[in-house]
C-alpha cells in the first residue's frame, strides 16, 4: 500500500513538473496565485482575517493542488512563499515551493483546492526555510479562523505556528493540513531568478522579484491596512 502512494505521487509530480528553462509557467502560477490570494481576501465576512495577516511572518499560497486516486489518494500542488521581516521591509520575493501528500481535511467533491497558510512565528518561518517540512509532524498547524477579524472566536493566533484555509468549488474554510509536505522547488526558482537558489537564498536575502512576483507581492501588500507591500 504504501509503495501504490509513493508511486501514485511520483506520478502526479512527473505529471505536473515544469522544465527549469520555462519561465512562461512559473510566471502563469505566479498570476494564478496572485489572483487566489486577491479573491480570498475580498470574499465579504468570509476571508481570512487581515489581523492575522497584518501580523504573519511568511504566507504560502498553492494555487490548485490537484487530487488523484488509484487505490490510494494524494495530492500534489505548486506554489510560492513570501515571508517578511518587518513592515517597512515589506513582503520578500517568492520563492517556489511544492505541497505533497496529507490530508486536506475537505475537497467538497473537488480535484482541484486552492491552499494558503499563514506563518505566524519566527520559528514556523525556520521551519519552512529546511529543504523539506512536514506539517503537524514536526511543528504545529491549525485551521485558521475565517471572517474579519479574529477578535474572541478563536486564540489560534497565539498558539499555532502555522495556520492553513483552503477552497474547493468556491467555499473557503480553515483546514488542518496535517502530514503534507512542503518542499522548496529548485528547479522553479532556477526558472525565476536563472539561479539555483533554495528558499532561505530567497526570502532572507532580499533577491530581486520578477514582475510577475512583483504582482503577487502587490496582491498581499495591497491587503494591509496601508496598501503596501
Not at 512562461?24 to 482575517?49: C, H, Q, W, Y
Not at 500534489?76 to 515589506?90: D, S
Not at 485551521?143 to 473557503?172: C, H, M, Y
Not at 522547488?185 to 533554495?198: C, F, G, H, I, S
Request: hydrophobic share 40%; with cysteine; charged share 25%.
Amino acid at each position: 500500500m504504501r509503495r501504490a502512494f509513493m508511486g501514485l505521487l511520483v506520478s502526479i509530480s512527473c505529471l505536473f513538473a515544469v522544465s527549469p528553462n520555462d519561465h512562461r509557467d512559473v510566471d502563469k502560477r505566479l498570476n494564478e496565485a496572485s489572483v487566489t490570494f486577491s479573491e480570498v481576501m475580498s470574499a465579504p465576512d468570509r476571508g481570512i482575517p487581515r489581523d492575522l495577516l497584518n501580523k504573519a511572518h511568511c504566507a504560502v499560497i498553492v494555487p490548485s493542488v490537484k487530487k488523484g486516486a488509484f487505490i490510494v489518494g494524494a495530492q500534489y500542488g505548486k506554489g510560492f512563499i513570501t515571508c517578511r521581516e518587518n513592515a517597512v521591509r515589506g513582503w520578500s520575493a517568492p520563492a517556489a515551493i511544492r505541497i505533497e501528500g496529507g490530508s486536506f481535511g475537505f475537497q467538497i467533491g473537488g480535484s482541484e483546492t486552492d491552499v494558503v497558510m499563514l506563518v505566524m512565528n519566527n520559528r514556523g518561518a525556520d521551519r519552512l526555510m529546511q529543504s523539506q517540512f512536514t506539517l503537524g509532524g514536526e511543528g504545529e498547524v491549525a485551521a485558521g479562523p475565517v471572517g474579519r477579524n479574529v477578535t474572541a472566536q478563536t486564540d489560534a493566533k497565539f498558539t499555532a505556528e502555522i495556520l492553513s484555509w483552503a477552497r474547493a468549488r468556491g467555499v473557503f474554510a480553515g483546514i488542518a493540513l496535517k502530514g503534507a509536505t512542503l518542499r522548496q522547488d529548485v528547479d522553479d526558482n532556477e526558472a525565476m531568478y536563472r539561479k539555483r537558489l533554495e528558499t532561505r537564498d530567497i526570502v532572507r536575502t532580499r533577491i530581486a522579484p520578477t514582475d510577475a512576483g512583483r504582482r503577487l507581492i502587490a496582491s498581499l501588500g495591497a491587503s494591509s491596512p496601508r496598501g503596501k507591500s
